[in-house]
Nanobody, 124 residues
Framework: QVRLEESGGGSVQAGGSLRLSCTVS????????MGWFRQASGKEREAVAA????????LYTDAVKDRFIISRDNAQDTGYLHMNSLKPEDTAMYYC?????????????????WGQGTQVTVSS
């Protein structure tokens, strides 16, 4: 099975950048899609970005398009979410997730393994 661990969160001022990392641990090699989700205090969880196993196909929610970049390095078994031009509305707990297929899109139901999350706080 797949286990994930996020890192790289922190506190930044509006306009700043952060890079989140998601390390993947596997008992055996496998091909998995990966996604990033976030949940702000008092709000529902929302999808942020998705990437297929190859890394060639990505999808972003409108709120982060042109600001965030999802990527992965399968040789290092690590996924990334590079966040630029951060806004206070980006403040949330960010989770990475892996699904059972090579492409899972932005639907949370397609993901079966989740990390514990890393907090991102953006000050105005």
């Amino acid at each position: 099975q797949v286990r994930l661990e996020e890192s790289g969160g922190g506190s930044v001022q509006a306009g700043g950048s952060l890079r989140l990392s998601c390390t993947v641990s596997r008992k055996t090699p496998s091909r998995n899609c990966m996604g990033w989700f976030r949940q702000a205090s008092g709000k529902e969880r929302e999808a942020v970005a998705a990437i297929d196993y190859s890394g060639r196909n990505t999808l972003y929610t409108d709120a982060v398009k042109d600001r965030f970049i999802i990527s992965r390095d399968n040789a290092q078994d690590t996924g990334y979410l590079h966040m630029n031009s951060l806004k206070p509305e980006d403040t949330a707990m960010y989770y990475c997730a892996a699904g059972g297929g090579e492409w899972c899109g932005l639907g949370a139901a397609n993901y079966y393994t989740w990390g514990q999350g890393t907090q991102v706080t953006v000050s105005s």
